[in-house]
């Protein structure tokens, strides 16, 4: 029996902890005071063959990389080459991690011309051919496919690939098994002469395998556009002449990054807001990092400096981001419910926020620290997605040291210390008659389980054990798993707050036990084409703030959802739209991807005194907007994306007075009428976008 403690108790603790805190950051502000250093184990071995590709950041792309030019035309040059060429060409460019390959890539892949496809698939996990052939065809439609088998997979690629000249990137590319790349290589020459695969590797030995044609040997960038990239990112402009000390420091800091493009960008993104010649000092006395790709650790030492500067409350939400799989898309609608599961977001005093508008804050902290990707995009916040470079992860993960572990079926070492249990980083084909590792019971009390890849059948013992023995789980990843029923045991795990089973085919059901995760915060059933219904008892959950899902289920009646999100339902037509109706609470509809929606549902409009933002997105079957739209007196933001057909604006759409926001972008008749005949309907609001 679990006894919660009483709120009383429960304040003197918090405000306890607030104190320790506060006592910590001076601690640590008199640490780097007198220039002392932090030591911390590295509870995973991480080998040096993982350092991977360069800092993926479109700011970087898009300030017109420098110092690659010349390769960049080399391999045009070498692409074009082979144009005659009636078997398949394969060119690696090899080198270590950091020194810019997927940066080289990216490049070449934007000019690259003449070719009928152009698709980029990222690897970055053991060699596997499903997951290469799922990404091929993803690349192709658009979007994700799960759970095809091998011969379906194969029969895909071949329609899509086949007579066709294409341009394929396999970035982060390894393997050891000539046999297994000759088997991806013969699936793969289907495509007309000319056809080219570009792979980015660390491995020689990799690109002995693979090579059709020399491979490109990135080369270390001179220090003269290493600084030109530091001193764009450290300084603004105009200040040289105040700051000569730290200009001078500057260049020989750039000398010790040894061309490595990650590592500058980093340095030169953390120093941007210091101007204490003592502190650049201290970091332009470290070692000098002489043979960088053989001296892993040093360069981890070296990102470390950026982990050291953040803020009290930041550091723990980097260091799990570790918990996802490595190149992974991060992503606001889940992280910041991580992290909040995991006690990291909490209310700032005085503020009324909820746990995405904290949780995004945190995000873009991150993003501005060079510790993320710049998001792919702005226009939602909830769905905002970026990306953690490989070196940067590994960082977070020797960060959390003992406290997380990766596990296999061939490795299955916990330690009683372990909180944060990932199951693998490579694909297994099932666990359908695994019974549950009693290894696993040495740790005591973990508050995460998550499967970091793709697992298939799951036996319900396995998922018994997983409930059984981990009572204080607050955190349950289980997507990508197969299994028809959730045990109605889920309903003893009281402190569960995240809660995934998303793409899961056969799941039928959602036991009514559920209702008793009281503080449960979101459930993710996206992909789970068969069920059926979800619990008549869900209204009871009062901490749940986000679910998603993909559900047979025909109504949303009285559901309470106060978030939806319609996405690729192809087959939905909602010109009726009676499931729509006694959406009372809805606050947010994105719909995406909908191509039989030629007219809103009169349903929707249950939700005009809540909606707040409704976004519309490529749905190019849309012809018009009700005029009963100008019901919706709370809606503040409009979206409106890719709907070529939509015509014009109701004519009602100027009494939107909470309108705050509205964004048109590739809408060409929409676009036109804004500017002419519509522009009275608009001119009241505050902020409009269309089309740039």
């Given at each position: 029996m679990v006894e919660v403690e009483p709120f009383t108790n429960l304040q003197s603790r918090i405000h306890k902890l607030k104190a320790l805190g506060k006592t910590l950051e001076i601690i640590v502000a008199k640490k780097n005071e007198f220039g002392l250093t932090e030591h911390y184990n590295v509870?995973?071995?991480?080998?040096?063959?993982?350092?991977?590709?360069?800092?993926?950041?479109?700011?970087?792309?898009?300030?017109?990389?420098?110092?690659?030019?010349?390769?960049?035309?080399?391999?045009?040059?070498?692409?074009?080459?082979?144009?005659?060429?009636?078997?398949?060409?394969?060119?690696?460019?090899?080198?270590?991690?950091?020194?810019?390959?997927?940066?080289?890539?990216?490049?070449?892949?934007?000019?690259?011309?003449?070719?009928?496809?152009?698709?980029?698939?990222?690897?970055?996990?053991?060699?596997?051919?499903?997951?290469?052939?799922?990404?091929?065809?993803?690349?192709?439609?658009?979007?994700?496919?799960?759970?095809?088998?091998?011969?379906?997979?194969?029969?895909?690629?071949?329609?899509?690939?086949?007579?066709?000249?294409?341009?394929?990137?396999?970035?982060?590319?390894?393997?050891?098994?000539?046999?297994?790349?000759?088997?991806?290589?013969?699936?793969?020459?289907?495509?007309?002469?000319?056809?080219?695969?570009?792979?980015?590797?660390?491995?020689?030995?990799?690109?002995?395998?693979?090579?059709?044609?020399?491979?490109?040997?990135?080369?270390?960038?001179?220090?003269?556009?290493?600084?030109?990239?530091?001193?764009?990112?450290?300084?603004?402009?105009?200040?040289?002449?105040?700051?000569?000390?730290?200009?001078?420091?500057?260049?020989?800091?750039?000398?010790?990054?040894?061309?490595?493009?990650?590592?500058?960008?980093?340095?030169?993104?953390?120093?941007?807001?210091?101007?204490?010649?003592?502190?650049?000092?201290?970091?332009?006395?470290?070692?000098?990092?002489?043979?960088?790709?053989?001296?892993?650790?040093?360069?981890?030492?070296?990102?470390?400096?950026?982990?050291?500067?953040?803020?009290?409350?930041?550091?723990?939400?980097?260091?799990?981001?570790?918990?996802?799989?490595?190149?992974?898309?991060?992503?606001?609608?889940?992280?910041?419910?991580?992290?909040?599961?995991?006690?990291?977001?909490?209310?700032?005093?005085?503020?009324?926020?909820?746990?995405?508008?904290?949780?995004?804050?945190?995000?873009?902290?991150?993003?501005?620290?060079?510790?993320?990707?710049?998001?792919?995009?702005?226009?939602?916040?909830?769905?905002?997605?970026?990306k953690m470079h490989d070196l940067l992860h590994d960082l977070a993960m020797n960060i959390l040291g003992e406290e997380l572990s990766v596990v296999t079926l061939d490795n299955l070492t916990v330690s009683r210390y372990s909180k944060h249990i990932v199951w693998g980083y490579e694909w297994s084909n099932t666990l359908q008659d695994i019974e549950f590792p009693k290894e696993l019971c040495k740790a005591k009390n973990p508050r995460t389980f998550r499967f970091g890849c793709r697992m298939y059948h799951i036996s319900r013992s396995f998922l018994e054990g997983i409930i059984s023995h981990f009572r204080c789980l607050r955190m349950l990843d289980l997507s990508h798993s197969w299994f028809e029923q959730l045990p109605p045991s889920i309903g003893k795990l009281k402190h569960l707050r995240y809660l995934d089973l998303s793409s899961n085919p056969i799941l039928t059901s959602i036991p009514n036990t559920i209702s008793k995760l009281l503080y449960l915060e979101l459930l993710h059933l996206d992909g789970c084409e068969q069920l059926k219904e979800m619990p008549k008892t869900i209204h009871q959950m009062q901490s749940l703030r986000r679910l998603t899902m993909t559900t047979c289920q025909t109504s949303l009646i009285n559901s309470k959802i106060n978030r939806l999100l319609l996405d690729r339902c192809e087959e939905l037509d909602m010109e009726k739209g009676e499931g729509l109706d006694g959406l009372i609470s809805l606050r947010l509809l994105y719909i995406e991807r909908v191509p039989k929606l030629k007219f809103f549902p009169n349903g929707i409009q249950s939700a005009a005194n809540s909606l707040e933002i409704l976004t519309i997105y490529n749905c190019s079957g849309l012809l018009e907007l009700p005029n009963w739209l100008q019901q919706f007196s709370n809606l503040r933001e409009l979206f409106i994306i890719g709907c070529p057909n939509l015509l014009s604006l109701p004519s009602g759409f100027c009494h939107l007075k909470s309108l705050q926001q509205l964004h048109i972008e590739k809408c060409p008749h929409l676009t036109k009428r804004c500017a002419t005949d519509d522009y009275p309907l608009i001119q009241h609001i505050p902020k409009i976008w269309i089309d740039g």
């Amino acid at each position: 029996m679990v006894e919660v403690e009483p709120f009383t108790n429960l304040q003197s603790r918090i405000h306890k902890l607030k104190a320790l805190g506060k006592t910590l950051e001076i601690i640590v502000a008199k640490k780097n005071e007198f220039g002392l250093t932090e030591h911390y184990n590295v509870g995973c071995t991480i080998r040096n063959d993982e350092i991977r590709n360069p800092l993926d950041d479109s700011r970087v792309l898009g300030r017109n990389v420098v110092g690659r030019d010349e390769s960049k035309t080399d391999i045009l040059a070498k692409v074009d080459g082979v144009r005659d060429v009636v078997e398949l060409s394969v060119l690696p460019i090899l080198g270590m991690g950091g020194i810019g390959k997927t940066t080289l890539a990216k490049l070449v892949y934007a000019d690259v011309q003449q070719f009928d496809l152009k698709l980029w698939v990222c690897i970055s996990s053991k060699f596997n051919i499903n997951h290469i052939l799922e990404g091929i065809v993803e690349a192709c439609i658009g979007h994700k496919t799960p759970n095809q088998n091998m011969n379906t997979l194969v029969t895909k690629v071949e329609c899509l690939l086949k007579d066709k000249k294409y341009f394929l990137v396999l970035d982060d590319f390894g393997i050891e098994d000539i046999a297994k790349w000759i088997e991806l290589q013969d699936l793969l020459n289907i495509g007309k002469q000319g056809s080219v695969i570009l792979i980015t590797t660390r491995g020689a030995n990799v690109a002995s395998i693979t090579q059709t044609m020399e491979p490109h040997d990135l080369d270390r960038l001179p220090d003269h556009v290493c600084w030109s990239i530091f001193e764009r990112l450290a300084f603004t402009k105009g200040e040289e002449a105040r700051y000569q000390q730290l200009y001078e420091i500057g260049k020989s800091i750039v000398k010790k990054c040894c061309g490595i493009p990650l590592v500058v960008i980093t340095l030169g993104s953390l120093l941007r807001t210091c101007r204490d010649d003592k502190e650049w000092q201290r970091i332009d006395e470290m070692n000098s990092l002489v043979e960088l790709n053989q001296q892993y650790n040093k360069v981890i030492n070296l990102l470390k400096i950026s982990y050291d500067k953040l803020p009290l409350h930041l550091k723990p939400c980097f260091a799990y981001l570790s918990l996802h799989v490595k190149d992974m898309d991060l992503h606001t609608n889940h992280v910041p419910y991580m992290w909040s599961a995991l006690g990291l977001v909490g209310v700032r005093n005085g503020k009324n926020e909820t746990i995405e508008d904290i949780g995004y804050s945190y995000f873009m902290e991150l993003v501005s620290r060079s510790l993320l990707q710049e998001p792919n995009s702005h226009i939602d916040k909830l769905w905002c997605g970026s990306k953690m470079h490989d070196l940067l992860h590994d960082l977070a993960m020797n960060i959390l040291g003992e406290e997380l572990s990766v596990v296999t079926l061939d490795n299955l070492t916990v330690s009683r210390y372990s909180k944060h249990i990932v199951w693998g980083y490579e694909w297994s084909n099932t666990l359908q008659d695994i019974e549950f590792p009693k290894e696993l019971c040495k740790a005591k009390n973990p508050r995460t389980f998550r499967f970091g890849c793709r697992m298939y059948h799951i036996s319900r013992s396995f998922l018994e054990g997983i409930i059984s023995h981990f009572r204080c789980l607050r955190m349950l990843d289980l997507s990508h798993s197969w299994f028809e029923q959730l045990p109605p045991s889920i309903g003893k795990l009281k402190h569960l707050r995240y809660l995934d089973l998303s793409s899961n085919p056969i799941l039928t059901s959602i036991p009514n036990t559920i209702s008793k995760l009281l503080y449960l915060e979101l459930l993710h059933l996206d992909g789970c084409e068969q069920l059926k219904e979800m619990p008549k008892t869900i209204h009871q959950m009062q901490s749940l703030r986000r679910l998603t899902m993909t559900t047979c289920q025909t109504s949303l009646i009285n559901s309470k959802i106060n978030r939806l999100l319609l996405d690729r339902c192809e087959e939905l037509d909602m010109e009726k739209g009676e499931g729509l109706d006694g959406l009372i609470s809805l606050r947010l509809l994105y719909i995406e991807r909908v191509p039989k929606l030629k007219f809103f549902p009169n349903g929707i409009q249950s939700a005009a005194n809540s909606l707040e933002i409704l976004t519309i997105y490529n749905c190019s079957g849309l012809l018009e907007l009700p005029n009963w739209l100008q019901q919706f007196s709370n809606l503040r933001e409009l979206f409106i994306i890719g709907c070529p057909n939509l015509l014009s604006l109701p004519s009602g759409f100027c009494h939107l007075k909470s309108l705050q926001q509205l964004h048109i972008e590739k809408c060409p008749h929409l676009t036109k009428r804004c500017a002419t005949d519509d522009y009275p309907l608009i001119q009241h609001i505050p902020k409009i976008w269309i089309d740039g």
